[in-house]
């Protein structure tokens, strides 16, 4: 019954293929092969001979051509010039394939002239696709060999910038380690230390500076002209004064201070102290302008002698 069928397929296209064979048209389409195998890819030629300034609107074929005819690509199309007759020809390379076996036909292709003339369309195309024949008792293999693709630039490049990277980490640790050997080591700088009395004198300036009692804060003038003494007793003799009474300091720096102006001095700058901060009676501004020109009289008669004031300027690693 099949072979009926495809015979009664055949015959007709087979009559019409002759009838028009010797005819000559303007166009036709051809196949580089009139069998291929299931699959595979089959060239068709589509070409239009134009006659003088004849213009033609050229077929849109798209993804198919029939339901079992696929089209894989198309080429531009071409002007050409027949070397015999002169004519023009465009050509078009059109790449289908079929997966489904049998006789399959190209239809008509039509043709638009675009000066008005009437439509015209190449003649049926008959192809056969046949299937593949295969040895079910043979080992199965690969239908073509692997092909090895070559080595691009942009795969290369990640290999390329990791080495750089690589190779740049590696002359980093190298050239700091070579500085470091080279470095001269560096000799801790001498901390000078400033001795005690000059920074108590120092602040007994500030202290001037601020006038103080002359706006009315006498209390607090006092209390910071003490608390620069006492500072000055702990770091020059280490004594305790913070914590001392007056009547305690007077006796813990008799045995420190062997002058007596400067013993007399320093009962008075804390008797004028003990007077502003706890009585009723304020000293007069005169006392109070003289009190500091004690503290410094004290402190000046209890600083270190030049021998001793170079020993106290010492040099500390940092």
Same mark, same amino acid.
């Given at each position: 019954?099949?072979?009926? /069928?495809?015979?009664?397929?055949?015959?007709?296209?087979?009559?019409?293929?002759?009838?028009?064979?010797?005819?000559?048209?303007?166009?036709?389409? &051809? !196949?580089?092969?009139?069998?291929?195998?299931?699959?595979?890819?089959?060239?068709? =030629?589509?070409?239009?001979?134009? &006659?003088?300034?004849?213009?033609?609107?050229?077929?849109? %074929?798209?993804?198919?051509?029939?339901?079992? %005819?696929?089209?894989?690509? &198309?080429?531009?199309?071409?002007?050409? =010039?027949?070397?015999?007759?002169?004519?023009?020809?465009?050509?078009?390379?059109? !790449?289908?394939?079929?997966?489904?076996?049998?006789?399959?036909?190209?239809?008509?292709?039509?043709?638009?002239?675009?000066?008005?003339?009437?439509?015209?369309?190449?003649?049926?195309?008959?192809?056969?696709?046949?299937?593949?024949?295969?040895?079910?008792?043979?080992?199965?293999?690969?239908? #073509?060999?692997?092909?090895?693709?070559?080595?691009?630039?942009?795969?290369?490049?990640?290999?390329?910038?990791?080495?750089?990277?690589?190779?740049?980490?590696?002359?980093?640790?190298?050239?700091?380690?070579?500085?470091?050997?080279?470095?001269?080591?560096?000799?801790?700088?001498?901390?000078?230390?400033?001795?005690?009395?000059?920074? !108590?004198?120092?602040?007994?300036? %500030?202290?001037?500076?601020?006038?103080?009692?002359?706006?009315?804060?006498?209390? #607090?003038?006092?209390?910071?002209?003490?608390?620069?003494?006492?500072?000055?007793?702990?770091?020059?003799?280490?004594?305790?004064?913070?914590?001392?009474?007056?009547?305690?300091?007077?006796?813990?720096?008799?045995?420190?201070?062997?002058?007596?102006?400067?013993?007399?001095?320093? /009962? =008075?700058?804390?008797?004028?102290?003990?007077?502003?901060?706890?009585?009723?009676?304020?000293?007069?501004?005169?006392?109070?302008?003289?009190?500091?020109?004690?503290?410094?009289?004290?402190?000046?008669? =209890?600083?270190?002698?030049?021998?001793?004031?170079?020993?106290?300027?010492?040099?500390?690693?940092?």
């Amino acid at each position: 019954m099949k072979a009926i /069928r495809k015979s009664a397929l055949i015959m007709p296209l087979l009559i019409i293929f002759l009838l028009t064979a010797t005819v000559v048209k303007s166009q036709e389409v &051809k !196949a580089d092969s009139s069998k291929f195998a299931i699959g595979s890819k089959v060239n068709l =030629t589509l070409e239009y001979r134009l &006659k003088g300034n004849e213009k033609v609107n050229w077929p849109v %074929i798209g993804d198919t051509i029939t339901k079992s %005819i696929e089209v894989l690509s &198309k080429s531009k199309i071409d002007t050409l =010039t027949d070397e015999k007759t002169g004519i023009k020809v465009l050509r078009q390379q059109i !790449a289908i394939t079929s997966f489904d076996t049998g006789f399959l036909v190209i239809p008509p292709i039509p043709f638009g002239l675009a000066n008005g003339g009437n439509q015209t369309a190449t003649e049926p195309l008959l192809l056969e696709v046949y299937k593949i024949k295969v040895n079910p008792t043979a080992d199965i293999k690969d239908i #073509k060999p692997v092909i090895k693709a070559p080595v691009t630039f942009r795969e290369v490049l990640p290999w390329l910038i990791g080495l750089l990277l690589l190779a740049a980490i590696v002359y980093g640790i190298f050239y700091y380690l070579r500085r470091r050997k080279q470095r001269p080591v560096e000799q801790p700088k001498p901390k000078v230390t400033v001795p005690s009395w000059e920074i !108590a004198l120092s602040q007994l300036e %500030i202290l001037r500076n601020e006038k103080l009692w002359q706006q009315g804060e006498v209390k #607090k003038y006092y209390t910071n002209l003490t608390d620069i003494l006492r500072e000055y007793f702990e770091k020059r003799f280490n004594v305790n004064a913070a914590e001392m009474t007056s009547t305690e300091i007077l006796d813990a720096m008799s045995s420190h201070i062997l002058s007596t102006s400067a013993s007399e001095s320093l /009962r =008075t700058v804390l008797f004028l102290s003990d007077m502003a901060k706890f009585a009723k009676a304020q000293p007069s501004p005169a006392e109070n302008e003289k009190s500091i020109d004690y503290a410094v009289d004290i402190i000046n008669q =209890t600083k270190p002698v030049k021998n001793d004031q170079q020993a106290v300027i010492e040099s500390k690693k940092e």
